[in-house]
């Protein structure tokens, strides 16, 4: 397998707007502050292939980079003029015309136990959630990840971070934190053998779960003794129809498919693998999108807890590989060969 620690490559998080990035961006080229971005190291924060750059950097004078490969919303991938970048395909350890996507909803959560309404709500694991985000990650420990993306909510995040802690690579999970200055300068490392061995976590809120408004908290079997079943058989289980003040699975897939394709799509085009951890409704309205489904089909699809779904995107397509059944992976996925040779390396270092 090919290292990607000595690859140079600057991701900063900026939060602006859309209308900053059309008028700034173009498939080449950028508006940036050079001053702020390469003048203030000390406030960068770095981790693995991973750096963050000061939030509050304003974003004033053009520079053409012509080696940049793209510039997403809110992330910028810039190689260095003497390295490769990270996100070169040539450094994909499963072939340079593929990237492996991960999809994982997270294990059973206390509220999920009691029978309530969760949505945004941000509560954790039961001890049953745990288990199952660790029988994920046994069920992933041989298939590669470089970049991890979760919801903002706890129950996602705690879920990737278990499942990482059985991977073969033993790698180790960092949340990327860029609300402030402080927050990036605070959470830097200093040591580059330690940033080798870290998989940037990249969290946002669109991958939340969609949000249940005035259902949220309240128990599923008295709510549908209050409203009537169909009625809430209706709000839980129709395309576009919302509970009241909250989302409908039409809403949550603008949101959540509108970021993937943003931020997730572009960094499997360039050759990195993916793991997303998050929740039934983003991610069925994401499986959406890359199955092709009807808003008919995607009502009707279930995703169990803690159980992880292999995609192989290959030639701009995206082709799913299966999910396991049992705790091992072997005969289960269907590898691709990239994939079983991955596995077989990966497996024989190990050994």
């Known amino acids: 397998m090919k290292s990607r620690g000595n690859s140079t490559c600057l991701l900063s998080f900026y939060t602006f707007s859309r209308m900053a990035l059309n008028s700034c961006c173009s498939s080449r080229s950028f508006a940036l502050n050079t001053r702020d971005m390469f003048g203030k190291r000390e406030a960068c924060q770095t981790v693995g292939n991973v750096s963050l750059i000061p939030s509050q950097c304003s974003l004033s004078k053009r520079v053409l980079m012509p080696n940049c490969r793209r510039a997403l919303v809110g992330i910028f991938a810039i190689a260095s003029q003497n390295h490769q970048s990270s996100f070169s395909t040539s450094q994909n350890p499963i072939g340079s015309s593929e990237s492996a996507l991960i999809l994982i909803r997270h294990g059973e959560s206390l509220w999920n136990q009691k029978n309530l309404f969760t949505g945004c709500v941000d509560v954790p694991l039961t001890k049953e959630g745990v288990e199952e985000a660790i029988e994920a990650g046994k069920r992933i420990s041989n298939l590669p990840v470089d970049i991890i993306f979760t919801s903002a909510l706890i129950r996602a995040q705690m879920t990737a971070m278990l499942a990482m802690t059985q991977h073969l690579r033993k790698k180790v999970p960092v949340i990327l934190h860029n609300e402030d200055v402080r927050a990036e300068s605070w959470s830097k490392i200093f040591s580059k053998v330690t940033e080798d061995q870290t998989i940037p976590v990249i969290t946002a809120w669109e991958l939340n779960e969609r949000m249940y408004g005035e259902l949220q908290g309240l128990n599923k079997r008295e ?10 058989l ?9 509970p009241p003040n909250g989302e409908s699975l039409a809403m949550c897939a603008e949101r959540s498919v509108a970021y993937f394709k943003k931020q997730v799509e572009p960094v499997l085009y360039d050759g990195q693998n993916v793991m997303i951890a998050a929740h039934g409704n983003s991610l069925r309205a994401i499986i959406m999108y890359l199955d092709k489904l009807t808003s008919q089909e995607v009502i009707d699809l279930e995703l169990s ?7 192989v995107f290959k030639e701009g397509k995206f082709i799913r590989r299966g999910s396991p059944i049992g705790p091992d992976t072997i005969g ?14 990966l497996e024989n270092t190990i050994l």
């Open 305 to 311: 807890t803690g159980v992880p779904m292999l995609y």
């Open 223 to 232: 709510t549908a003794e209050k409203f009537g079943k169909q009625k809430v």
């Open 332 to 345: 289960v996925y269907a590898f691709t060969p990239d994939l079983a040779v991955y596995r077989e390396q």
């Open 234 to 242: 209706e709000w839980r289980r129709s395309y576009d129809i919302p």
